[in-house]
Antibody, heavy 119, light 108 residues
Framework: QVQLQESGPGLVKPSQTLSLTCTVS??????????WSWIRQPAGKGLEWIGR???????NYNPSLKSRVTMSVDTSNNQFSLNVRSVTAADTAVYYC???????????WGQGTLVTVST | EIVLTQSPVTLSLFPGERATLSCRAS???????LAWYQQKPGQAPRLLIY???SRATGIPDRFSGSGSGTDFSLTISRLEPEDVAVYSC?????????FGQGTKVEIK
């Protein structure tokens, strides 16, 4: 069973860069036909897909965040990462990493990590 | 992008009752590519249903999905106490994939 675990700072200052890493266990990012995504959820609100990365390094981003988001993959450590630049309070949310099927639904999720943007 | 509107916001029922949750799309969902997730407090979402009506691995058969085009529903045939959660729909027929705001199911 594939498991995912997010890690990174829980507090980021406005205008700085939010950086998170997702470590995958129980399976190999490079040998899996699935994709690897980031999704976030502000308190009391719905889920928002941020983007996905393929084992090859190819990416797709949500147009609403595309100008500020970069994702990368490290197949040797079975990890993938998210950077969100120029953050504001509106970026405060629980961030989830997830394994995404080729048909684009999400069968596996990390437990989520709360990131607060504040001085 | 496609906006998904879920109703009701909150559903409060007795154990054993039937729960019907609605998810309405702002435009037709391509290939009826719609999924449902269950999210218990403090936990990550759990996939229940994909492709409108296919149950994910290990999901009890009291959960079922139906619908097409712009109108979809999730039914819990006999509500159990462990079903207390927020249920969200997701469309993945058009990019970017989008989620509804969720319906909270409570037990009376």
């Amino acid at each position: 069973q594939v498991q995912l675990q997010e890690s990174g700072p829980g507090l980021v200052k406005p205008s700085q860069t939010l950086s998170l890493t997702c470590t995958v266990s129980g399976g190999s990012i490079s040998r899996d036909s699935y994709y690897w995504s980031w999704i976030r959820q502000p308190a009391g609100k719905g889920l928002e897909w941020i983007g996905r990365i393929y084992a090859t390094g190819g990416t797709n981003y949500n147009p609403s965040l595309k100008s500020r988001v970069t994702m990368s993959v490290d197949t040797s450590n079975n990890q993938f990462s998210l950077n969100v630049r120029s953050v504001t309070a509106a970026d405060t949310a629980v961030y989830y990493c997830a394994r995404e099927s080729p048909l684009l639904w999400f069968p596996n999720w990390g437990q989520g990590t709360l990131v607060t943007v504040s001085t | 992008e496609i906006v998904l509107t879920q109703s009701p916001v909150t559903l409060s029922l007795f154990p054993g009752e039937r729960a019907t949750l609605s998810c309405r799309a702002s435009q037709s969902v391509s290939n009826n590519y719609l999924a449902w997730y269950q999210q218990k407090p403090g936990q990550a979402p759990r996939l229940l249903i994909y492709d409108t009506s296919s149950r994910a691995t290990g999901i009890p058969d009291r959960f079922s999905g139906s619908g097409s085009g712009t109108d979809f529903s999730l039914t819990i045939s006999r509500l159990e106490p462990e079903d207390v959660a927020v249920y969200s729909c997701q469309q993945y027929g058009s990019s970017p994939g989008t989620f509804g705001q969720g319906t909270k199911v409570e037990i009376k």
